[in-house]
């Protein structure tokens, strides 16, 4: 299907794209430096489905007003995605977002929750603070990350020296210098760390709104995900009895490509039926 663009009032747009024509909506968020068709490979698994694949901001075509401040929070977002929903005349839908996707969802979540019917969160990030992520938009520190962005040789040799003496996973390693070879990229990571540092829902939110609306919600890790590890999310999901999550065999990369089959049956999944955590992993 051809890319869209939402234009909103407030000089706002989200770049979105749709696959499928089923009568059920499903509402998806790409992680970090992907696009819309990240989702396209669910479309011949969930015929019931229209998937409305929706580009991150900072990314693509998707961008914040002129007018907006730098830190982004939820209610600009319900503002926009309100309008959203209602230019695509959707009323009740269910959330997939992969890794920064989830933050995305998080809020979406907390402002449409009695529109929600289920939300699935692939290696999402926002569920826990991760050291990193704090340390590098913390205010003292924030400068020196732009620098480091700006000037990525002194970055990777720091990086260099963390990994020699132990300090940082060579997987962490191997993700950054994927990641930031090009400007381009380590602009994408400055705007999208700092900007988002407060967007989604807190752990004690989103526990209170998953105990008091039951809400479907389901968790996918893979075991060898050294970006979003399942370990640092043991406690959290300890706390949700009716929460649903599955450790699968696989690392952080095209996560959701190979949870497809399950995500195919959680989408058909009855909700009714009671939902425990499992034993083990």
């Known amino acids: 299907m051809p890319i869209s663009i939402y234009s909103h009032a407030s000089g706002a747009q989200l770049e979105y794209q749709t696959f499928g024509t089923g009568n ?48 982004l929070r939820t209610p600009e977002w319900k503002e926009l995605f309100a309008d ?34 289920q939300v699935i969160l692939v290696a999402a990030d926002g569920l826990v603070k991760r050291f990193s992520y704090q340390l590098a938009t913390a205010p003292l520190v924030c400068r020196l990350f732009r620098y480091w962005m700006s000037h990525p ?27 930031l070879q090009s400007a381009t990229h380590r602009t994408l990571v400055y705007h999208t760390w700092t900007a988002l540092k407060y967007f989604g829902m807190s752990q004690k939110e989103l526990l209170q709104l998953i105990h008091s609306q039951s809400l479907p919600i389901t968790f996918i890790f893979g075991t060898k995900d050294r970006i979003i590890a399942p370990q640092a999310h043991h406690r959290f999901l300890a706390q949700i009895p009716q929460n649903h999550t599955h450790i699968l065999p696989y690392g952080h990369h095209k996560l959701v490509q190979n949870a497809t089959p399950l995500i195919q049956d959680l989408l058909h999944h009855d909700h009714n039926a009671p939902h425990h955590l499992p034993s083990g992993d």
Not at 38 to 55: D, G, K, M, Q, W
Not at 153 to 174: D, H, Y
């Open 84 to 117: 959203f929903l209602s230019e695509l005349q959707i009323d009740r839908f269910s959330l997939l977002a992969y890794s920064m996707g989830g933050r995305f969802a998080l809020a979406t979540l907390s402002s449409f929750v009695s529109q929600v019917e």
């Open 153 to 179: 040789t002194s970055f990777f040799w720091m990086m260099n020296r963390l990994e020699a003496i132990g300090i940082l996973n060579p997987s962490l390693f191997k993700f950054a210098r994927t990641q």
């Open 24 to 71: 059920q909506t499903l509402i998806c968020f790409h992680g970090f430096g992907q696009n819309t068709d990240s989702f396209a490979c669910l479309e011949e698994y969930l015929p019931n489905h229209t998937l409305v694949s929706i580009r991150l901001f900072y990314h693509g075509g998707s961008r914040r007003s002129p007018n907006a401040p730098g830190r």
